[in-house]
């Protein structure tokens, strides 16, 4: 490594002062990123337009990944479902109801997401927002116990409302996918370092989103290249990925700048070494309760017809406005909410009122 490149750091610069993140509707929106795309490689690492058809297996899961004429969506076009996640994990967090259209404003996702706030960092969000729409996934990966079988996008639709006398965009309403939205409500979902926004290259975000999946809290893991390669969905040959890995492990290991981990070769194996930088957050029986996934068959039995989910989130809405008061058990807390509201309003299993 030369030099200057040695001098020159591999982080983006932090475009916007982190009290700008703040600005955001939700106040405690940290990065959230979903475990499936996480685990298994569903965007195109290329910074060129990737009009490859991409198929992959591993351990069962079978995906396959069909792009639009404009190429597959991309690990910065990510960022845009990030941010949304994030957003509704915050609003799950503080016991707002949730849904899958999400009204954001423009300006407050490229901050927060340390992106430039000029004309072309919006038009490369339109551009993003194509490709998230066009890319199909066909996959028996579930989230949340469900498999959705047919083709769909991460992002079902989009519209942009932009203000009528400087034509900026100013506001977006993103539809997401089932496949997303289920992540959510399952909270297959974890907290990424606020640096991964200013990693500049698409295999760092990669490798860090692998590490961060796998190695989460634990002081080492280790992965080997051949199967490091598979979860990357790189197209590049063997002895290319070998040297763009090291090319990488290098950079960190003058400048640090992979969050959370420190990467070196081990053999034919690459070795994640937490750095502790994870910051402890609250457990989650102190932001919300959590339910044993046996509960929810109980409260389909005690509620039929209702959507179990949805008198989740109303009763941790309940529960957020009653005070947060301790409970002996969430699970028979939970149980005679939805027994309650079937008793109070009795629903048909069609889904109608009786």
């Known amino acids: ?13 932090d475009r916007h002062p982190i009290q700008d993140f703040f600005i955001c509707d939700v106040m405690d929106a940290i990065p959230k990123d979903d475990m499936g795309s996480m685990e298994h490689p569903i965007f195109s690492l290329s910074t060129k337009p990737d009009t490859n058809i991409r198929h992959y297996e591993h351990n069962g899961v079978k995906i396959t990944v069909t792009p639009s004429v404009r190429g597959l969506a991309t690990i910065h076009d990510k960022d845009i479902v990030i941010y949304c996640i994030s957003q509704l994990v915050a609003k799950l967090n503080a016991g707002q109801p949730l849904h899958k ?43 949340n116990k469900e498999t959705i079988k047919e083709g769909f996008g991460l992002v079902d639709s989009w519209r942009i409302i932009r203000n009528a006398k ?16 289920n992540a959510v409500l399952g909270r297959e979902v974890l907290t990424l370092h606020r640096d991964y926004f200013r990693l500049r290259k698409p295999l760092e975000r990669r490798i860090y989103e692998l590490g961060r999946k796998h190695c ?31 090319t990488i492990l290098k950079e960190d290991a003058v400048h640090n700048h ?14 994640f070494v937490n750095r502790h930088t994870m910051k402890a957050l609250p457990s989650p029986e102190t932001l919300y309760p959590t339910l ?7 409260a389909r039995i005690v509620a039929p017809g209702y959507d179990i989910y949805q008198l989740e989130i109303d009763w941790r809405s309940y529960w957020v406005e009653s005070g947060r008061p301790e409970l002996k058990s969430a699970d028979a807390a939970f149980i005679g909410f939805c027994k309650r509201r079937h008793e109070q309003t009795p629903m048909r299993r069609d889904g109608e009122y009786d």
């Open 1 to 13: 490594m030369s030099e200057k490149n040695a001098s020159r750091s591999p982080l983006l610069p």
């Open 101 to 143: 259209t999400l009204h954001l404003k423009a300006y407050d996702l490229l901050v927060a997401t340390n992106r430039n706030t000029d004309g072309r960092g919006y038009k490369q969000l339109e551009d993003a927002l194509e490709r998230l729409s066009g890319t199909r996934i066909k996959t028996n990966l579930k989230t």
């Open 166 to 181: 400087s034509e900026r965009m100013s506001e977006i309403a993103i539809n997401l996918s089932d496949w997303v939205f």
């Open 216 to 246: 989460g809290k634990q002081d080492e893991w280790a992965i080997s290249l051949e199967l490091l390669k598979k979860k990357c969905g790189s197209a590049s040959d063997d002895a290319e990925f070998r040297r763009l890995v090291g």
């Open 292 to 298: 044993d996934p046996e509960t929810y068959n109980d």
């Open 258 to 271: 992979i969050p959370d981990y420190a990467l070196s070769f081990d053999g034919d194996n690459i070795r």
